[in-house]
């Protein structure tokens, strides 16, 4: 399947990166993925959720958030507000280039930014996370050796899914601040919360309460088996195969080819 690099700009001004999926055949619709925290657009799981969807019929959407893979500026200056903001902006490019996505979904800490983001995007029709927190601030244990020095210098340097970033207080200071639970409340919009009960980094917990503070219409899927970052490439598939088919009464009109 033929896939397009994009570039439009994000909140801070700089030049963000993306990558459309095309289905083989004109597309039935539009989606725009969100990348784990630190994943990038390329990340596996990121690529083949997308590239299942294509399957069923969407063009697929997925972008590097700012300071991540090849889009500018830098992640010390970005918020969790911030990338949602440039969720929004990235439809805009869809609506304005393709068409406006129809479905949105997201990927751990992306997964809390599409819920937070579906709002400003109308034309959403479904929303679907995986392994999402319902407080963005639990990202914070994964750096919380540096955060003294983060709130006492206003950034410091981590190693986070074997790369290097720079971690600023802004973004601490956002992400206890953000409220997912509520936004969840407020969403107005069918929702899938899919979660591993054995997941390492993101606790099922926060399934629970995303899918306690929803309102129908609403679903929980587990995804038994699989790891936070969805590294087997079946349990990558299987996700997305799951959100195809219980996004389909949500989506523009699609009838599979018959033999």
């Given amino acids: 399947m033929p896939t397009q690099e994009i570039t439009f700009t994000g909140t801070s001004l700089e030049q963000l990166v993306g990558s459309l999926d095309l289905p083989d055949k004109e ?26 969807l294509c399957e ?10 700012t300071g991540f893979g090849d889009s500018g500026g830098e992640f010390a200056e970005s918020t969790f507000s911030s990338n949602v903001a440039d969720i929004a902006l990235a439809a805009d490019w869809l609506r304005a280039e393709h068409g406006a996505p129809a479905l ?6 992306g997964g809390a930014a599409v819920i937070a983001a579906a709002g400003r995007i109308p034309e959403v029709r479904a929303v679907a996370t995986i392994g999402a927190p319902d407080d963005p601030g639990h990202v914070a244990h994964l750096f919380e050796s540096v955060i003294p020095e983060v709130e006492r210098e206003g950034s410091a340097e981590v190693v986070l899914g074997g790369q290097r970033v720079v971690v600023g207080r802004d973004f601490v200071e956002d992400i206890r601040s953000v409220d997912i639970d509520e936004a969840a409340r407020t969403l107005g919009r069918p929702l899938l919360i899919m979660h591993s009960p054995q997941d390492e980094i993101v606790e099922l917990s926060n399934a629970e309460g995303i899918y306690r503070a929803a309102r129908h219409p609403k679903s929980f899927i587990s995804l038994d088996g699989a790891n936070h970052l969805l590294t087997g490439a079946r349990d990558a598939r299987r996700a997305a195969q799951l959100i195809a088919a219980w996004a389909d009464p949500y989506l523009p009109d699609f009838t599979p080819e018959v033999d």
Avoid: I
């Avoid at 989606?31 to 959720?49: I, S, Y």
């Avoid at 069923?56 to 958030?65: K, M, P």
């Avoid at 949105?104 to 800490?109: K, T």
């Fill in 104 to 109: 949105l979904v997201g990927h751990s800490l």
């Fill in 27 to 52: 597309p039935e619709g539009y989606a725009l993925m969100a990348h784990c925290f630190t994943g990038g657009r390329n990340h596996p799981a990121t690529k083949r959720v997308s590239r299942a």
């Fill in 56 to 65: 069923r019929g969407l063009a697929v959407l997925r972008f590097d958030f």
